[in-house]
């Protein structure tokens, strides 16, 4: 709780930063942050917050092997069954529902290629940097050697 204060500002800017970093990449179909001026809940959430958090979805346009390949690439948020803490995580939520759901009742409740990441407060510009890096690299067709 002492650090709160100085914890909180820097998950607002970094969630916003990576909102607006994501949100027009090709592998992107769409990112869910009310920071977004585009968000359909973003009047509401600027009414009602200070700021808009450091939480956000992000939408692959590839489904489930993209958002996986994107996880798998990252280096600053690692993969978590939960978010919220100092360090950036990342959720890839459709495998989590795998054997305990049909594929039918994941697609409709979960988007196959839906990413949670909380960002952390790492450096804005490292955090964004590497997160554009693992959505641009998973555009690139894999090689065969």
């Known amino acids: 709780m002492r650090t709160l204060p100085l914890r909180v500002p820097r998950h607002n800017a970094n969630g916003q930063a990576l909102a607006e970093a994501l949100r027009d990449r090709p592998a992107v179909s769409r990112v869910y942050y009310?920071?977004?001026?585009?968000?359909?809940?973003?009047?509401?959430?600027?009414?009602?917050?200070g700021g808009f958090g450091g939480e956000l979805g992000i939408?692959?346009?590839?489904?489930?092997?993209?958002?996986?390949?994107?996880l798998g690439r990252l280096r600053y948020p690692r993969r978590s069954?939960?978010?919220g803490g100092v360090e950036s995580l990342a959720v890839h939520p459709a495998p989590m529902w795998r054997g305990m759901l049909s594929e039918d009742q994941i697609a409709a409740s979960v988007p196959p290629g839906?990413?949670?990441l909380a960002a952390g407060t790492e450096d804005t510009a490292d955090l964004v940097a590497d997160t554009l890096a693992a959505a641009d690299a998973v555009l690139v067709p894999a090689t065969t050697a």
Request: avoid cysteine; charged fraction near 20%; charge should be negative.
């Open 59 to 70: 939408e692959f346009a590839g489904g489930f092997e993209m958002a996986d390949a994107f």
């Open 114 to 116: 839906l990413v949670r």
């Open 81 to 83: 069954a939960g978010l």
């Open 34 to 49: 009310p920071g977004l001026a585009t968000d359909p809940q973003h009047k509401l959430a600027a009414n009602q917050m």
